[in-house]
Structure formats: C-alpha cells, structure tokens
C-alpha cells in the first residue's frame, strides 16, 4: 500500500478506523473537493490496485467507508459487496430480457 499515489491517500486518509467510524462519500467529497463519483473511484482504485484494507458498510445510520479492522469486518465488506454485485446483475439480466424497445410501452 506504500505505492498508493498521493492522491489516493487523500481520500484513503480521511476514512475512519474501524466499521464504527465509517466515513461518508459525502463528507470526504466535502473535505477534499471532489465529486462523489471521483471518491468512489478513487476508494475502489485503492482497494483494487494498491490493496488498501477499505471497507463498506451501508447500513442505516452507519454507511460509509472504513478500514478494516478485523476479520468480521473484513467478511462483513465480502458479503455486502457480494450481495450489491448480485443485484446488479440481476437488474442487469432483467433489463437485458425486455424485449426490444420499439415494442414496447410503459406508463407510469
């Protein structure tokens, strides 16, 4: 993780210890100036090409950012991110299933 570029470590460093002290999209967008999609991006970055230990939680009240403290921690990020992963790709195979768009209509 030493190779992360300082630019990373920006948003890397502002993320709280720990899952009780996750950190926003948010207010790392507030603090730092970038725009939520560039923090994301950046989040994911680290934790894919530099192997930042960055958690996720986005449970009510407790959503956010974290470094991972532990091993609960770390599967509680696997199981969440895998559970996102699969609902996208069902929303995915859903929307691939329409049929084409000439034919149909929808009201709301």
Known sequence: ?????EIHK???G???YGK???TTVSYISKLTGF??????RMVSEAVVKYG?????CNEIGRGGYYIISNEDE???TV?????????ILMRAEAINSLPPQEQQEFYL
């Open 14 to 16: 502002l993320i709280g």
């Open 10 to 12: 920006q948003v890397v």
């Open 20 to 22: 009780g002290r996750a």
């Open 35 to 40: 725009s939520g999609v560039t923090v994301r």
């Open 1 to 5: 993780m030493n190779d992360l570029p």
């Open 79 to 87: 199981r969440n991110l895998r559970s996102r992963a699969l609902k």
């Open 52 to 56: 930042a230990p960055v958690g996720t």
């Open 74 to 76: 770390k599967s509680d």
